[in-house]
């Protein structure tokens, strides 16, 4: 009879947990669906060793070690234990195990997993908790899963170690742990009380295991279903961004300016995030004090899905709903950067979790003036909730250098830069809204195609200055090689000008037969298509292909990462045909052939800033080393921070075009990275990165460093100019 009733018990208790996860996933799953559909191709043969890599590897929880090996341990360990859930799960409904091979050996190894298991869980708590990790949550919520494991691991233990008790079991070599503790409570327990010990211990392990069960896709813990999905479904070209159809004459608004108007991909982002804060960690926004956390801005917009999601769907996200009859736990409020100001916000009853504003249970919480610590707050009803301006401020938006160091840290695959860069489109196409020194730039593009507005005519004044070398347009040479791109920096910038003479000379001393569009050159586009204006990026981007085409260029070459990006792997999409390198492969290259012999010493201790655009968007930190180790004399000394985690110079995603007035800047703390090395030179591949780099050593009033580009150092070992000063 009591078997009876236990499987009774069991299948009702059973077959509500799987239910209610059942209703909690495919509730976020008809969220997702809310989003708009796009072509991603899951699984392509030549990614399926990458993806197993990160799933199954931990491929980035690895880069710390010490916190991949506790997940690595939890993940495994997790999967072991599975079967002796099993186990203990048919021993309690049938009153036998599993019929399997070297059952004592099974035993022993459900053990030892358990304590490694529970090891790697007060390791979470210890880093959590005593090591404080900057990037990690604390408070209850963290503690959760922790219990849940824990209490998990325990409940394993005693479940058998009171069936050796009952079943009067002797010691076992096999069975240490348990056969301890079973020694340990065998004076005061009879087989009787340890009969009934043991069915508490198993109902308690089983309530917890399908307690944990419907908590997991109501909380970030929902990853372990999302992230092996989303990594599969992650972009082959990681940073290309999605094409807006500016030809739909139906389209009432471009970009995104609703959470819904996110694609799938994107909304499944939300829902994979983990919250480990490893994205805020590297962030050179949040790192110097700006208001943008990648890991809070998916946060929020997940907290905002959900509650727009079962607004839209009349679905709550929440299960049971008895459990649930207040609302949501995900309430969140304004948080002021100053911890001063947050005295007006103590008490409130709402939970603080997120660095702006956030959901109640009615609606969305955000200030009532613009008062940072007056403690006056105003309920927005979910219907009227802006996502830009309520969810997401526009401070945060323009705060991101798109230097995509999130997405390479984040280890279950989130693309930050894409949202973001959605966002800016609709302030910029559909509300003709970004900052002053932004807009003007963009309006000097259009005008006359470089960001000063200084007059079309004047892009070739840097020939001038070549002494002699004479550079042909494509006009006058038809015959050319490369098309040197040379760009607005390099043409009107006075100090990438310099940068653009030595390249110069480089190729003709190489015998490269190039030539230049001279003042038919227009801007490459990327500064208005990270800022959001995809229209004037597409008048250049098509403005430039039809020049190509004219003049039947076949390679390009350009000293510009941002133009290399743009050219190489945006271009295509809209029709350019054409072979685009980087100055620094090219000119790696023509050290390889012989073609350039640097011979002349150059005594400088030199420290390499990688360049996002080239490095973490193109996956190339090799060429410009390999030119710096060619060159006589020369010491290279590399940042802590540097290659794939090397941190941005703050002047990606248009930002070097606006005033930085939040915090520090972010180029000052990048150059004191850099002073820890002791360098004479900061070497950079970049016009951008060269005038950041050049910039900060002067705000952090270093002496006797300068700020060189690669191809400045190779001219200088191939030519033997005097030794470079400060």
Known sequence: MWKAVNIALFLCAAGCGLFWFGQAVLRRAAYIRLGQKEDRVPFARDRLRDWAGHVFGHKRLLRDPRSGAMHLAIFYGFIVVQF????????????????????????????????????????????????????????????VVLFFIGSLMASVLLTSAFERIW??????????????????????????????????AWWIHLLILLAFLVYVPQSKHLHLLTAPVNLALGRREPGKLRTLDLEDEGAETFGTG?????????????????????????????????????????????????????????????????VFRGGGDHASVFRPRDPADRAGWQGSGVTD?????????????????????SGEAELVPIASAKLIGDVVTEEELWACTTCRNCEEQCPVGNEHVDKLIDMRRYLVLTEGMLPAGGARALHNIERQGNPWG????????????????????????????????????????????????????????????????????????DTPRRMGNELLFRECCEANI??????????????????????????????LEAEVVHHTEL??????????????????????????????????YDAPRAILRA???????????????????????????????????????????????????????????????????KLADTEGVAARDVAELLAASVFGPPRIDG
């Not at 010691?171 to 340890?194: C, Q, Y």
């Not at 979790?353 to 610590?373: E, F, H, L, N, Y």
């Not at 004219?550 to 510009?560: F, Q, S």
């Not at 005594?603 to 193109?618: F, I, K, P, Q, V």
């Open 84 to 143: 002796g859930a099993l186990d203990i799960v048919v021993k309690g409904l049938f009153g036998v195990r599993l019929p399997l091979p070297a059952y004592d050996w099974f035993v022993l190894s459900q053990e030892v997993t358990v304590v490694v298991i529970l090891a790697a869980v007060l390791y979470a708590a210890y880093r959590r908790y005593a090591e404080k990790l900057a990037r990690l949550k604390r408070g209850w919520k963290p503690s």
């Open 167 to 200: 079943k009067s079991e002797p010691f076992s070599p096999l069975a240490p742990i348990a056969s301890v503790l079973a020694a340990g409570m065998d004076g005061f327990i009879g087989k009787a009380a340890g009969e009934a010990l043991y069915y508490a």
């Open 258 to 322: 609703a959470i819904e108007q996110f694609t799938r991909k994107q909304l499944l982002d939300l829902y994979a995030c983990v919250e480990c804060g490893r994205c805020t960690n590297v962030c050179p926004a949040a790192g110097t004090g700006k208001l943008l956390s990648p890991m809070h801005l998916i946060v929020k917009l997940r907290d905002h899905l959900t509650e727009k999601g079962a607004a839209v769907t009349s679905k709550r996200p929440w299960v049971p709903s008895f």
């Open 353 to 373: 979790i997120t660095p702006t504003m956030g959901w109640q249970k009615d609606g969305w919480v955000r200030p009532k003036s613009a008062a940072a610590g």
């Open 454 to 525: 200084i007059s079309r005519g004047d892009r070739t004044k840097w020939l001038d200055d070549l002494d002699g070398i004479r550079v042909p347009t494509v006009r006058e040479e038809p015959d050319f090689d490369y098309l040197l791109f040379v760009g607005s920096m390099g043409s009107y910038d006075n100090r990438t000008r310099k940068v653009t003479i030595a390249l110069v000379k480089l190729l003709a001393h190489a015998g490269v037969r190039f030539a230049i569009l001279g003042a038919e050159e227009k801007n490459s586009g």
């Open 546 to 575: 039809a020049l190509f085409r004219k003049y039947n260029v076949r390679k390009i070459v350009t000293a510009c990462p941002h133009t290399y990006n743009a050219m190489k792997r945006e271009y295509p999409e809209f029709g």
């Open 587 to 620: 000119l790696a290259r023509l050290l390889r052939e012989g073609k350039l012999s640097p011979s002349h010493p150059v005594e400088e201790r030199t420290t390499y800033h990688d360049s996002c655009y080239l490095g973490r968007y193109n996956g190339e």
């Open 631 to 697: 060159i006589p004399g020369l010491r290279l000394a590399e940042m802590e921070r540097s290659g794939a985690n090397a941190m941005c110079c703050g002047a990606g995603g248009g930002l070097m075009w606006q005033e930085e007035t939040a915090g520090k800047r972010v180029n000052v703390a990048r150059v004191e990275q850099a002073l820890a090395v002791a360098p004479t030179v900061i070497a950079s591949a970049c016009p951008y990165c060269l005038t950041m780099m050049e910039d900060g050593t």
